[in-house]
């Protein structure tokens, strides 16, 4: 009985933070609940069975936001995480809030396809041809027909379109089929070395370094090495005295030596900027010696997933 009221009340507390945080990430929310990730997650798919929360499509670094229902306007604070061609997407479709399907170059036809968070697929039947139409998520069916109506364009949509959950399935199964065409379109421009890049699959290692990182409001500039146990970036972290740049290098290590740190400072100088290095190990002496020393050129993070 114990059990059941602490897996009750654990759950509340969850409630209460998103309630009062909006769209969250499972590390921020076990922060907040002072519970390991592991645990917060258990509860988060608890809850979103339960149908008391909903998850983003959209992913902040490999980690989607869980939120309440009606908190779906807050996810526009996370846009940025949207790679650039789904911004352009976003911004498209918030500006014009109606986008016809056919009308759209492939590239943004794929990208309007992969922010389900913000775009809704409508298909109207306009003089007996049926059309796909992407709708603003905030915008309501008699709106899009407004906004159809007064396009004065050859297909505008029909005053008072009724959108059936039949008619919504057939989209569903239509996006899917002209999707993995323009996939495949898109994968024959790319250079061969983005390909084999993209085949590379991430690393739990550096998945849990970026949610740490997320978590801890860090940027991401940019990705330099991704392996298992390794991951390098240029990171961007807010100060009191403004917006700093450093080189992180992280490896997944029990015992962190001073050849670990000189490597990292090595890496940092080359590009000019001071050193992070992160792993879930423990420094040994001559790393702690070392970082006495030379601590205004290298910093030591521990890592705690």
Do not use: C
Not at 171 to 179: A, D, I, L, Y
Not at 214 to 234: G, N, S
């Amino acid at each position: 009985m114990i059990e059941v009221e602490k897996l009750s009340v654990s759950k509340e507390k969850i409630l209460s933070a998103i309630k009062l945080k909006g769209p969250s990430l499972p590390v921020q929310i076990a922060r907040e609940i002072q519970f390991s990730p592991l645990f917060a997650s258990a509860f988060l798919s608890e809850l979103k069975g339960e149908g008391k929360i909903k998850m983003s499509n959209m992913r902040v670094g490999s980690s989607p936001l869980y939120f309440l229902p009606g908190q779906e306007a807050m996810l526009e604070k996370s846009v940025a995480y949207l790679n650039q061609r789904e911004k352009e997407a976003f911004q498209k479709l918030k500006a014009e809030q109606v986008l016809e399907d056919s009308a759209q170059d492939p590239v943004m036809r794929v990208a309007l396809r992969a922010i389900k968070d913000f775009a809704v697929p409508v298909k109207i039947r306009i003089d007996g041809e049926s059309k796909l139409f992407w709708k603003h998520f905030n915008l309501d069916d008699e709106e899009v027909a407004k906004l159809g109506g007064k396009s004065g364009k050859k297909g505008a949509l029909p005053p008072s379109p009724k959108i059936k959950q039949e008619v919504k399935k057939e989209v569903k199964q239509e996006v899917r089929m002209s999707e993995k065409q323009e996939l495949l379109l898109e994968e024959e421009k790319r250079p061969l070395a983005e390909k084999k890049k993209a085949k590379v699959k991430e690393s739990e290692f550096a998945i849990g370094v970026k949610d740490i990182l997320t978590a801890k409001d860090i940027e991401i500039l940019h990705v330099v090495t991704e392996k298992k146990k390794e991951f390098e970036a240029k990171v961007r972290i807010d100060t009191m005295f403004g917006k700093q740049t450093y080189y992180l290098v992280a490896k997944d290590k029990k015992s962190v030596t001073d050849n670990d740190l000189v490597l990292a400072e090595k890496k940092g100088r080359n590009e000019k900027l001071p050193a992070v290095f992160m792993s879930p190990g423990e420094l040994n002496k001559k790393g702690r010696q070392h970082l006495e020393q030379w601590g205004n050129l290298v910093k030591f993070e521990k890592l705690r997933f």
